[in-house]
């Protein structure tokens, strides 16, 4: 595979690559190092698995691929005690290990290196640099709303900017929410005299209750643990508005997991409703959009696939 044969299986499914002409020449590296960081603050979920898939992709183009479990930054984020976290943090990559990440994976706390002098010596500098109304913009999608912040809102993204230097990376991989963030990365390492990474962000999923982010805090969510019966419970429950494409949680898994990984959806249906009917992507998209696919029997198909492509995790975190 050639390198742009590579960028265009690294653009499928991504918003935004910033920049393509960089990517290239990180592309002619033996080995380059993307990563991702994930605060350990809960369950992991379908919102993950979007990076999780890309992390997969680009390991088997040839990728280090570094997952950060940001202990601290999820403490600065009020999500829990020191000792929470930690537990979370060790879930979380039994999570990513049930999802198919291969043994070559590094899994890197945050606490492991944040504290050392060389780290804390870039923090400072980049604080110098960067003002409270920048840095706080940049927060906007990542933290809880909140009418009194804390101080910790705004050493968060000057920290994050300093993981990327630190451990080296190549590629910074993040959803939507992490764009701010990571332009400032850009912007700032490079007057320390670091890296700039390219950046790859992917879409976010609406939650299922059709909240503009599936989150773990909300309960707006499927676990990539969850139970057979969970998932049809939370399915069957879900936000899906007949003829409704955009915003469409059932329509986003559907083009997020479902067609990335198989040709068709296979919908099963009574003989009395028409019977099974397997559908390709723009199928889908016009018998539901023309209000010629009932909701309900878009979310059983969902439904189906997400019990069967799970499956491997479940039985993953069971046996371990």
Known sequence: MNIEEKIQLIENGTLEIIDTEELKEVLKKDQPIAYTGYEPSGKIHLGHA??????????????????????????????????????????NKKCFQALGLDETTEYVLGSSFQLEADYTDKVYQLATMTT?????????QVSRADDNPKVASVIYPIMQTVDMAALEVDIALGGMEQRKIQMLARENLEKIGENVPVCIHTPLLHGLDGDAKMSSSKGNYIAVDDSVEVISKKINKSYCPQGEIEGNPMIEIAETFVFPNQDTLLIKRPEKFGGDIELTHDELIKDFSEGNLHPMDLKNGIKDFLIEFFAPVREYMEEN
């Open 132 to 140: 409270l109304k920048r840095a706080r913009r940049s927060m906007d």
């Open 50 to 91: 979007v990076t999780v898939q890309k992390l997969k992709q680009l390991q088997k183009l040839g990728f280090k691929i570094k997952i950060l479990l940001a202990d601290y930054h999820a403490f600065l984020n009020g999500k829990g005690t020191v000792e929470e976290i930690a537990e979370t943090a060790e879930y």
